[in-house]
Structures are given as structure tokens and as C-alpha cells.
């Protein structure tokens, strides 16, 4: 009877022991993944277009030989700065100075002639009163001086004529700019191209201004299309052109420290290409850009209106198209559509699919879900360069971070 009472305590406590380890401890639940996130708000942004063109000389002009000859020499350094009038080549004159002495030599025996018929008319005029002479005699010294005065005027305009190719001889300059290479060494003859018609004289050199250059580019009809619909809908403030900026970013990528302004835009589509011709007029003061150099450029076509500027790792894409991530009501993920085709600074114009105030994940974006919970903390510029690197390579499956345009 004792040993029973002993062994129902036993009993008792081990089905208590195996009571205890039958229970399963309680699992706790993991914290909400934090993210780093933007408030949206509205604001106006420029309207860029990266494009490219080639520059040009603001003024060029080649100078060629008017006058055929043997080239004599060269009076300028070549690649130097001239002035409009100055002396480049010379010509061999000797043949222009002969035809000049010719001609001058025949107006001076017309000219002796005229003054000889003037004598003859006023003469016989005196001796007509007195029966001497006949009216038809004084009509014929009129007509024969009449006939001088033309004559004289005749070689007047050979001489001229004579002087201003004896003047080719001597090339200047056409206008201020920079001299370029000799294309014709001395001693080789040059023509005025006069033997074949449509052909022009000889090159000599090109003579450059660049001072100032032209950059020319084109932008896309559709674009430009697009931006007008844009406009009538009071979205797009579009710039006047003569106050539409351009940026040249040079071969190593920094920014020209000058701005272009637009000059020119055409008023008709190239049917091969869909683009409209553009040109803006760029200050060069210092000759750091030369002719025919090809850049890369943004152009300021205008100011967008209501939009948000969010960082550019925080946007994903799918086969969807283009959204965003934000922290709504009660910490949930929630996914917003959006529309995305313009940047500027690091940012993309967000035109549509946002509201003021949504909260955007811009850090933090591997470790959410739509639908799922978030701890939102304020998002801070410097944690895009270490932080977004993981984001972009652990990204949801189905989401890609977008490419920048």
C-alpha cells in the first residue's frame, strides 16, 4: 500500500513532464523591413532633350584667285589671326599692269581727240554768222566730238576696268577671322576659273571667324509634336526660341562654360529622317571649340508644370510599364503606376500616377513587397551611394530598376 502511494506522485509529475514538452514555443514575428522614403510633392522642372550636332564657323569664306597668274608669295601666317583687307597673296601683276598701261594710253589719244573736236565745234559755231562755214559742216563737228565724249567714256571704263584686275592681284582678306593652310604653294599658276563656266577661281586658303559658332542638331517631329499637345494642355511652358538654351558637354564630359542660344529652327520636316534642322549660336571667346568639332548637347526646350521629381533609383519597371513603390495606410506597400519619360539632375519627371504627399521607398526596395508591411523612415540623398547598389542587384523578382534616358 505505501510503495502504491509512492509510485502516484511519480506518475503525476511525469505526465506533467510530458504535458510541458508536448507544447510548441510561440514563433514571434519578424519586424517590418525599414525603407527610406521621399514625400512627393509638385513642382516645375526644365524640359531637356540630350541630342548631338556638329559646329560650324560662324562666318567662312574662301578666299580665291580672281585673276589667273603665277602665285607669287604668301604674306600671312598660316593658322593666325587676319583682318578683313589684308594682304594674304600676291599675284604676278605684270600682265595686269601692261593691259592698265594700254588702256591708259588709248583714253589719253581719245582724250586729245575730244578736246580737238570741241575746238573744231566752237570755231565753226563763230564762222556760221558770217557765211564761212555751213550749218551742215557745224552738224557734222558736233556729231564728230559727240563721238569722242563716247569714246572717252568707253576708255574710262577700260581703265577701270583694268585697275581692278590689276587689284586681284593683290588677295586680301574678305573678312576678320582666322587665316587657314596655303592650298596652292608659290610659283604654281592660279585661274579665275573664267574658261570654264560654273567653275570658280582657285582656292587659296578659308578664312574662319569662330569667335562665335554655330552648333546645328535636329530634334524629333514626334517630340516636337508631343511638346505642343503638351502645351495646349498648359502642362509644357515652352521657351521662346530665342531664349532656348543650349549646354555643350565636351569630349571628356564636362560642361562648355558657355551657353548657346537658339537662332534657328525650320520650318519643315526632313522626309527622310522625321526630324526638324535646329541651330543654336555659341559664344567661343577663348577658340576652346573649333569647326567641324562633333558634341553632345542639352537643349531647354521649356518648363513642365505639376510634376515630382523623384531619384532615379527609386523607379521600377516591368511589362507593365514604369511605377513606383510607396508606404500607404496602415505601413502597407503600394504600387503606383506612373509616367516617366523625361529626367533632369539624377531625377525622373514624374508627369502622372503620383499625388502629393505619397510616401515613395527609394531605399530599401529589396526587402518589400506590394502589399506587404513597411517602416518608413525619411529618406537622405547620401545613402543612394551605398545602399541603392544592393537595392538594385536584390530587386523584387519581376522588378528591374529603370534606365536612365
Known amino acids: 500500500m505505501k510503495s502504491s502511494l509512492l509510485r502516484t506522485p511519480v506518475l503525476c509529475l511525469s505526465l506533467l513532464a510530458l504535458s510541458a514538452c508536448g507544447k510548441k514555443p510561440e514563433q514571434q514575428q519578424p519586424p517590418p523591413p525599414q525603407v527610406g522614403v521621399i514625400s512627393a510633392h509638385s513642382q516645375s522642372a526644365p524640359l531637356t532633350r540630350d541630342t548631338s550636332g556638329r559646329l560650324s564657323a560662324y562666318y567662312s569664306a574662301n578666299v580665291t584667285a580672281r585673276v589667273s597668274g603665277v602665285l607669287l608669295k604668301r604674306t600671312y601666317t598660316e593658322g593666325s589671326a587676319v583682318k578683313q583687307g589684308q594682304l594674304l597673296f600676291e599675284i604676278d601683276p605684270a600682265f595686269y599692269q601692261a593691259q592698265l ?73 574678305p573678312i576678320d577671322g582666322i587665316a587657314g593652310q596655303q592650298q596652292v604653294t608659290v610659283g604654281a599658276t592660279v585661274g579665275n576659273g573664267t574658261s570654264d ?113 523623384i531619384p532615379q533609383q527609386a523607379l521600377l519597371r516591368d511589362s507593365v510599364g514604369a511605377y513606383l513603390l510607396t508606404v500607404g495606410q496602415g505601413d502597407k506597400v503600394v504600387r503606383k503606376d506612373v509616367n516617366a519619360s523625361n529626367s533632369y539632375e539624377g531625377n525622373w519627371i514624374i508627369t502622372s500616377g503620383l499625388s502629393a504627399g505619397d510616401q515613395v521607398i527609394v531605399t530599401g526596395l529589396q526587402g518589400v513587397k506590394e502589399g506587404g508591411p513597411a517602416k518608413a523612415t525619411p529618406w537622405q540623398p547620401s545613402q543612394s551611394a551605398t545602399t541603392q547598389a544592393g537595392s538594385d542587384a536584390k530587386a523584387p523578382a519581376g522588378q528591374s530598376a529603370g534606365n536612365k534616358q
Open 101 to 173: 598701261n594700254n588702256a591708259l594710253s588709248v583714253l589719253a589719244q581719245d582724250q586729245a581727240t575730244l578736246v580737238n573736236a570741241k575746238v573744231t565745234v566752237d570755231r565753226d559755231h563763230k564762222l556760221v554768222p558770217n557765211g564761212y562755214v555751213s550749218q551742215q559742216q557745224v552738224d557734222n563737228d558736233e556729231a564728230v566730238m559727240r563721238s569722242a565724249i563716247a569714246k572717252v567714256k568707253a576708255d574710262e571704263a577700260t581703265v577701270a576696268s583694268a585697275r581692278v584686275n590689276l587689284s586681284y592681284t593683290k588677295v586680301t582678306s
Open 197 to 309: 563656266v560654273g567653275s570658280g577661281g582657285t582656292l587659296l586658303t578659308t578664312v574662319q571667324q569662330i569667335d562665335q559658332l554655330y552648333v546645328n542638331f535636329t530634334i524629333s517631329a514626334a517630340d516636337l509634336s508631343t511638346l505642343q499637345q503638351q502645351q495646349s494642355k498648359g502642362s509644357v511652358a515652352l521657351t521662346e526660341q530665342n531664349k532656348t538654351t543650349v549646354q555643350i558637354v565636351q569630349a571628356d564630359g564636362s560642361k562648355y562654360g558657355q551657353l548657346g542660344t537658339l537662332d534657328f529652327s525650320d520650318v519643315s520636316v526632313n522626309s527622310n529622317t522625321g526630324s526638324i534642322n535646329l541651330r543654336a549660336l555659341l559664344p567661343n571667346p577663348k577658340h576652346q571649340l573649333l569647326p567641324g568639332l562633333y558634341v553632345t548637347l542639352t537643349v531647354n526646350l521649356g518648363q513642365l508644370n505639376n510634376v515630382y521629381l
